[in-house]
Nanobody, 125 residues
Framework: QVQLVESGGGLVQAGGSLRLSCVAS????????MGWFRQAPGKEREFVAS????????NYLDPVKGRFTISRDNAKNTAYLQMNSLKPEDTAVYYC??????????????????WGRGTQVTVSS
């Protein structure tokens, strides 16, 4: 399995931006579809965005379309989530996930093999 470490979370006002990073180690992520999920208090973990192995196809949760952008740099073994126009309802712990050989279209947590520990994103109103 690949090990994943997220960073870049924090406290931001509504309308602000954050960029999350997910650094992988142990294996190259070029063989993995990469995804971002989030979990708010008292709620289930939900899919946010994903990207295919080559970085030329992406998938997004409807409420974040047009505001969030997922990307990856396989040479740096890193995936990113740029979050703009943040809203209080985006407040959650954000997790990076990797799916070996899987499709970027999969949105279920069960389809991802490796997970980071998460980074907290708090958006104040």
């Amino acid at each position: 399995q690949v090990q994943l470490v997220e960073s870049g979370g924090g406290l931001v006002q509504a309308g602000g931006s954050l960029r999350l990073s997910c650094v992988a180690s142990g294996r190259t992520i070029s063989a993995y579809a990469m995804g971002w999920f989030r979990q708010a208090p008292g709620k289930e973990r939900e899919f946010v965005a994903s990207i295919n192995r080559h970085g030329d196809s992406t998938n997004y949760l409807d409420p974040v379309k047009g505001r969030f952008t997922i990307s990856r740099d396989n040479a740096k073994n890193t995936a990113y989530l740029q979050m703009n126009s943040l809203k209080p309802e985006d407040t959650a712990v954000y997790y990076c996930a990797a799916s070996l050989g899987g499709s970027y279209l999969q949105t279920s947590v069960t389809k991802y093999d490796s997970w980071g520990r998460g980074t907290q994103v708090t958006v104040s109103s």
